[in-house]
């Protein structure tokens, strides 16, 4: 991944989560970090996948995880 990319991610995040903030109209936020990760691994998770034709062995190699460890977030996230 290039450095475009990641900082075209890193802003994508970034305007997400101030638009939470703001959006929450002066309410207090809480587990902001445990949200985040939730709706960003899913999908990276899928993305992932799919891009390796459902090669779980070269999907972790790809998200730097042990195979185990996404077969536990495929059935944590019920995937596919």
């Known amino acids: ?3 475009s990319n990641e900082n075209e991610i890193e802003s994508c995040i970034r305007k997400a989560i101030d638009k939470y903030l ?3 109209d002066g309410e207090k936020p809480s587990n902001i970090y445990e949200m985040v990760i939730h709706r960003v691994e899913k999908p990276l998770i899928t993305a992932v996948i799919k891009h390796t034709k459902g090669n779980q062995t070269q999907a972790a ?3 730097g ?3 185990n460890t ?3 977030k495929i059935k944590q996230y019920h995937i596919k």
């Open 22 to 24: 703001h959006d929450l």
């Open 1 to 3: 991944m290039n450095a």
């Open 65 to 67: 995880i042990n195979r």
């Open 61 to 63: 190699s790809l998200l």
């Open 70 to 72: 996404l077969r536990n």
